[in-house]
């Protein structure tokens, strides 16, 4: 085979993912399992490498290892005329194009590309990449060629993973997000009974995808969208509520202030205050990266004492993570500890708060979050979120996977949304203590009243 007689053989569904890429920018190709997305992304990026020169192209995987099973060999044995440089994991045409092959485990492998530029942009199974990483390698979709070739993106995958709602929303609702053009956008959807080489040569894999448990089978045999799959978290409709005053001698008696310190990701932080009922309000929420621990305290103590609808009052306790009392050696002599910063800024503030470690027990406490966002045995959350100043949590939230090691917590991943989990985790575990506390003191003073009424009084007269 050789580029002048190559023939991709594409499918109808594939062609028509093809056909709306003539027509929008970004198309998400996907559905069911089995449905030719790893077959197409080849394709389309070697097709366009072939008919513009001197154009580069990208494909991304997750994992190195998904990429060099699902790409690099395919285009080795496909495609043996292409010359592949190993060092560069590129595929180099006689016309000068360049098809790369990517990976990214995290945010951080974005750097690889800072100040690169590709025409095309594929992201094999974008379900399982979180929503900055699209919107970095957007940044990077553009071409200076002369070949009249336009950007393009596609993404391929099945309901599921991280950035399950983003796409739900987008493509398969059609919800667009502020300033969006949705005719940019475009869905194809993509079934197993659409693959002939399936249907030829493995039609038991259809009958395996039916044995599956109704969840998974309506995703991976039906590409169903219904139920956000994979997601830890089930968040109640009716956790959104609108702001009200909260008195000052309330804050100072029930308030919560919760924080997840990132060093390389971001740190998270949420005002919170603790009803009679035991029911957790979420105030505001604080979600940033990139500085150092003072600058985040000032921040979040400026904005607390700022807050109108608590008119500045500082909460009891400040609940934080664990690790921030760690030191950290900056010079032979000199050690710095995050929390330690943390009280330097508030104490020149004047802000008195109780300073408390998290419980950090992630199996309970992830338990106890799916509890409190969704509490089946009095039909309404115990968690609240102040709608105006917490706009990001339900997307957030929703992004959160199971942990494929223990099906009882949530997958910790570095993204913001973890550090979200993580911090809210820390709030929720002091709250339900707190309350279980008042609780037990309650039950016993009821015992120690209840025993006294019991005892016959006393005739004080005639002793």
């Known amino acids: 085979m050789t580029p002048e007689t190559i023939n ?67 285009y080795l044995s496909d495609y043996p005329w292409l010359r592949y440089v190993e060092r560069f994991h590129q595929f180099i045409l006689d016309n000068g194009s360049i098809v790369e092959m990517g990976f990214c485990e995290s945010e951080r492998d974005l750097q690889k590309w800072q100040g690169a530029e590709f025409a095309t942009i594929i992201v094999d199974e974008l379900q399982f990449h979180a929503r900055e990483v699209v919107d970095y390698l957007q940044t990077i979709l553009r071409t200076s060629s002369t070949t009249g070739i336009k950007p393009r993106f596609l993404g391929t995958g099945n309901p599921g993973g991280i950035l399950h709602s983003w796409l739900k929303q987008v493509f398969i609702d059609r919800i667009p997000e502020p300033g969006m053009d949705m005719s940019k956008y475009r869905f194809v959807k993509s079934m197993v009974i659409d693959n002939p080489s399936i249907m030829k040569n493995d039609a038991e894999y259809v009958n395996r995808l039916k044995a599956l448990p109704p969840a998974l089978r309506d995703a991976f045999l039906y590409g169903s969208w219904d139920a956000i799959l994979g997601s830890f978290f089930e968040l109640d409709p009716g956790m959104e509520e609108s702001p009200f005053e909260i008195q000052e001698t309330a804050m100072r008696k029930t308030g919560i202030l919760s924080i997840d310190h990132g060093l390389r990701h971001s740190t998270s932080a949420g005002l919170h205050w603790v009803d009679e009922r035991g029911v957790v309000h979420r105030l505001w929420s604080y979600q940033n990266s990139g500085f150092d621990a003072a600058t985040h305290a000032a921040e979040i103590a400026d904005r607390m004492m700022s807050f109108p609808h608590t008119r500045g009052a500082p909460p009891a306790v400040f609940v934080y993570d664990p690790s921030m009392a760690g030191e950290t050696k900056v010079t032979a002599n000199v050690t710095i500890s995050p929390l330690r910063e943390y009280q330097k800024v508030f104490n020149a503030k004047h802000i008195n708060v109780s300073w408390e470690p998290a419980i950090n027990a992630r199996i309970f406490g992830s338990q106890l979050m799916q509890s409190y966002f969704k509490d089946p045995t009095i039909k309404q959350p115990k968690y609240k979120i102040w709608t105006p100043y917490c706009s990001d949590f339900r997307v957030l939230l929703s992004q959160i996977m199971c942990d494929k090691h223990n099906a009882e917590a949530y997958l910790k991943e570095e993204t913001p949304s973890d550090d979200l989990a993580d911090e809210v985790r820390y709030c929720i575990c002091h709250a339900h203590q707190m309350v279980s506390s008042d609780r037990e003191m309650a039950e016993a003073r009821k015992k120690v009243d209840a025993a006294r009424a019991s005892q016959p009084a006393r005739d004080w007269y005639s002793m």
């Open 8 to 74: 991709f053989n594409l499918w109808p569904r594939q062609a028509e993912a093809c056909k709306a890429l003539e027509e929008c920018e970004f198309v998400f190709f996907g559905g069911s399992r089995g449905g030719g997305k790893s077959h197409l992304s080849r394709c389309y990026a070697l097709g366009r490498a072939l008919e513009f020169p001197g154009t580069r192209h990208l494909i991304l995987r997750k994992s190195f290892p998904e990429l060099q099973r699902t790409m690099i060999d395919r």
